[in-house]
């Protein structure tokens, strides 16, 4: 058995790359697996899924190393790190040695690679298969556009988005569908910040619910005072039409939705900083829109084109 761990501390998007990739790690090798930290699991109330083996044992403090292994395991992994010199975040190459760990490890990382999962697309969407009742097509026609803002600690970040992103991504999308007259909406986890963001938008989803969500707590300093965020999934995941930030929870209801239109902030974590790196390097999905920070908008698949070329003479990704 191969072993990984969910943290409070971290978001629900966070908590499905680990569980996501420990599960294709153990099929590739014929392993079983199991998934520390159940309890934590952030989407329990509307999304269940396998975690395997029953874990025994083990301790340590978040993000680790361990400070006690679980029965039956011997090994521990941490994927591969390397800092980038001018943000100082992970670059996020791939790890081929964490595809190939031996059996009995717990491993370690935040395993955000799409060559760890792209290939295994339909397989994932089974796995992340939610409550079927979550269904909201008022939001989710040919004529609306949800946009996914996230704010809350994310806004004192590296990563956060300016309000002339989403104006652009806005105005990107009509071109991209060629209706003029769509009309916006605006999942968030930060609804006073999104509005001021976006003053142009109505707010819907969890954060105009009555009902909390007693499993999401605190990402950070930021308590999340939102509603059950199922409702902001699933209308991810069905709508035709999106506009997300560089947000790994907004990222899985999203790209398991293969038929929506997508604007994405160009180099992802990176789009204020970056003068060609992406961040992870491997973040670009071939078929979503691309916003640079002056407003031109390109498919993943140029994207990923330059970016080889980018790569060439940077020592930094030999």
Not at 101 to 121: F, L, N, V
Not at 245 to 253: L, R
Request: aromatic share 14%.
């Amino acid at each position: 058995m191969i072993v990984s761990e969910i943290y409070y501390g971290s978001g629900i998007g966070n908590q499905i790359w680990h569980y996501v990739v420990t599960r294709l790690i153990a099929e590739k090798n014929g392993y079983s697996y199991g998934i520390m930290g159940k309890d934590r699991w952030k989407g329990q109330a509307f999304m269940p899924i396998d975690f395997g083996e029953e874990v025994v044992g083990g301790s340590g403090p978040e993000g680790g190393p361990p400070e006690t292994l679980p029965e039956g395991i011997t090994n521990y992994y941490k994927e591969h790190f390397l800092r980038h010199p001018v943000t100082n975040g992970n670059v996020g190459l791939p790890d081929p040695n964490l595809l190939s760990i031996p059996d009995g490890t717990k491993i370690e990382g935040t395993m955000q690679r799409m060559s760890y999962i792209e290939e295994h697309r339909d397989k994932i969407c089974e796995w992340l298969t939610y409550d079927e009742s979550l269904k909201f097509p008022q939001y989710t026609g040919d004529d609306s556009c949800v946009i996914q803002f996230r704010g809350g600690d994310y806004l004192t970040g590296n990563s956060a988005l300016p309000p002339e992103y989403y104006e652009m991504a806005k105005e990107a999308m009509k071109v991209i569908t060629g209706n003029d007259n769509l009309k916006f909406y605006c999942v968030t986890d930060d609804p006073t910040n999104a509005k001021k963001w976006m003053p142009w938008v109505e707010v819907i989803g969890s954060a105009v619910a009555e009902e909390k969500d007693p499993y999401q707590g605190s990402i950070g300093w930021y308590k999340y005072p939102g509603g059950p965020i199922g409702i902001d999934y699933s209308i991810l995941n069905q709508a035709k039409n999106v506009i997300i930030s560089a947000s790994t929870y907004a990222f899985w209801p999203v790209w398991t939705n293969t038929t929506a239109n997508v604007v994405a902030p160009r180099y992802w974590f990176d789009w204020n900083n970056s003068n060609g790196w992406w961040r992870p390097s491997e973040s670009i999905i071939d078929e979503w829109y691309w916003l640079d920070k002056d407003g031109s908008v390109e498919l993943g698949s140029d994207c990923k084109e330059m970016f080889e070329e980018y790569k060439k003479p940077n020592t930094l990704y030999s």
